[in-house]
């Protein structure tokens, strides 16, 4: 059979590639950091009043569907686009810290936006005062570095159930369902294990372990992603090619590609080979992007001898045949019963998750059995260790929590925040857990006196003491998001316990770790990171330039015109056809 997929021709006559330039408007020192500062502020304040067990929803509205109702900070702040192109600027910085620290911990997004937001206040207003910037942004760094020791050190692990609790009610806004829902999925799977979240039929949240896998790997191009809001490809009933061979050239999967198309109705497909090199995923993603191709390419985990045990796991997991290039297998003779299956995949820049029902439950046993004789056999620490692991993945399984709700809006709501409580018990079970509601960061605050005073620099101990003020605000917040004054929240507060807080539930000064209102410590580092990252970045700039906006949208319509007139034409000429 003749294929219609073709890949891209060096020698293939194409249309030159059309670019459009617009006219730039330039902004300095003061006035493009004040604008920069509206922007900040616009963002900061939209997410600052979901802060806390008494914070508010925000109302997204949608170019089509409900408006969405939600309390999560990070999903607010992505939906912030700002018609003033410096204010947006200002804007995407705090849209940057609350991407970073949800990539790194999961959940704290809101707390890294205020942190963020007063930063770069108070930074500025010594700045326009006359300070050097960049002594301020180099005390801040050697405070936050500092900071971090401190906190780290006081951190403590999870010890059980009741924590783990306690940590996924806090972080979902003090749902105690949602906690114990969490708790009862790591208990069924281990602390090691994977949550996945998806949609249920009904009205009830349910709890169900099936097959499936975490893999440390991700997807190689972000051009894969068909979830721009969370930045992943979501593929249901997805069909797996498991391969240590390299694509060098697409037409070695052309073959299996065609037939998926014929005879499984265009199903999705996850490739999982040893490397997918630049022409053959050049190819991959150009079909994709037009619609020829539901697929994604993604490197297989771990490194030779290894690669190939845990490749022969997945398969097994997910009902496949492993396409071993050592013992003469060619990708070009791959049929589609080759192929593992997958109920849901679910794939980020780093991790892919597997929910399978297609393997063999007595493969799985027999796999697992055989993984822990060669246990018994091995004297190395390494070998052990990795051993394990893969007999967790093999027999842990997946916990999947079907969300349940009224209305769509419900749901979408409740899932963010079952989300956001799966993120932070993860990382309280990695870096341990520290008091909530603030505490921890106003504690870190009383910090920086000693550690200013050890700063040579005058102005680098105004940086320190730039984030002593900072350090304070989640708290003072979430003092009167609770409907008191936060400024008396944060004064009562001063000199007591490293676990004495505020708990907005109960309107109560207590032992925050006592009474279960904990937060995990990656979370709180992150947070504090992220900000105190960006708001250096922020202090020392100096200029602003961005598009015109009334030119820019002309160049976005011409480019688009541009676009749509070269896919037209592109069946000619060396493009890539169409099934």
Not at 507 to 519: Q, W
């Amino acid at each position: 059979m003749k294929s219609s997929l073709k890949p891209l021709s060096r020698g293939s006559s194409r249309r030159p590639l059309t670019t459009y330039a617009t006219a730039k408007q330039i902004t300095f020192d003061t006035e493009s950091r004040n604008k920069l500062q509206v922007g900040i502020n616009k963002v900061a304040d939209a997410v600052q009043v979901t802060l806390g067990p008494r914070g508010r929803n925000v109302v997204l509205d949608q170019s089509f569907g409900v408006p969405q109702v939600i309390n999560d900070g990070v999903s607010i702040a992505r939906a912030i686009d700002l018609e003033d192109p410096v204010e947006n600027a200002g804007a995407q910085l705090v849209k940057e810290v609350a991407g970073r620290t949800n990539d790194n911990a999961g959940d704290g997004t809101t707390t890294a936006s205020i942190l963020a937001r007063e930063l770069i206040k108070y930074g500025l207003q010594n700045v326009t005062a006359g300070a050097n910037p960049v002594n301020i942004k180099r005390g801040m760094d050697k405070c936050c570095a500092e900071l971090v020791n401190i906190l780290e050190s006081k951190a403590q692990p999870v010890t059980g159930r009741s924590d783990i609790k306690a940590v996924a009610s806090i972080s979902a806004g003090n749902d105690d369902y949602v906690g114990e829902m969490i708790a009862d999925a790591l208990d069924r799977v281990g602390a090691d294990g994977v949550l996945s979240i998806e949609s249920g039929q009904g009205l009830e949240t349910t709890v169900d372990v099936e097959e499936g896998m975490e893999i440390d790997r991700g997807y190689i191009s972000p051009q894969f992603v068909n979830n721009q809001e969370k930045l992943r490809v979501d593929y249901e009933e997805c069909k797996i090619l498991i391969t240590d061979h390299k694509i060098e050239n697409v037409a070695q999967v052309v073959p299996i590609l065609e037939k998926i198309n014929q005879e499984a109705r265009g199903a999705p497909l996850l490739i999982m080979a040893e490397d997918v090199t630049a022409e053959a995923l050049a190819t991959l993603v150009v079909n994709k992007l037009r619609g020829v191709l539901n697929v994604c390419a993604i490197r297989a985990p771990g490194f030779g001898e290894r690669r190939k045990a845990l490749l022969q796991d997945i398969a097994i997991v997910t009902g496949g045949e492993f396409i071993a290039k050592d013992i003469g297998m060619e990708l070009e003779a791959v049929e589609l019963e080759d192929l593992g299956t997958a109920r849901k995949a679910t794939i980020y820049n780093s991790t892919t998750t597997l929910i399978a029902d297609a393997g063999n439950k007595e493969d799985i046993k027999a796999r697992v059995a055989q993984i822990k004789k060669e246990l018994e056999n091995t004297d190395s620490v390494y070998d052990t260790e990795k051993l394990s692991e893969r007999i967790a993945k093999l027999s842990g399984g997946v916990a999947v929590i079907k969300v349940g709700a009224n209305t769509e809006a419900e749901l979408e709501d409740r899932k963010l925040r079952i989300e956001d409580a799966k993120n932070a018990t993860f990382a309280a079970v990695e870096e341990g857990i520290v008091p909530g509601g603030g505490t921890a960061l106003l504690r870190l605050s009383e910090e920086v006196p000693a550690i200013a005073a050890k700063l040579e620099d005058e102005e680098e101990r105004l940086g320190a003491l730039i984030l002593e003020k900072a350090l304070k605000a989640p708290c003072r917040i979430i003092g009167f998001n609770s409907g008191v004054d936060g400024d008396v929240v944060v004064e009562k507060l001063r000199g007591k316990e490293w676990s004495t807080g505020f708990n907005a539930m109960s309107g109560e000064y207590c032992n925050m770790m006592e009474a279960g209102v904990l937060d995990p410590a990656k979370v709180t580092r992150s947070g504090l990171q992220n900000s105190v990252g960006i708001a250096g970045i922020m202090l020392t700039t100096q200029a602003v330039m961005c598009e015109k906006p009334e030119l820019a949208a002309a160049a976005r319509a011409a480019a688009a015109a541009a676009a749509m007139a070269a896919q037209g034409g592109g069946g000619g000429g060396g493009g890539m056809g169409m099934f």
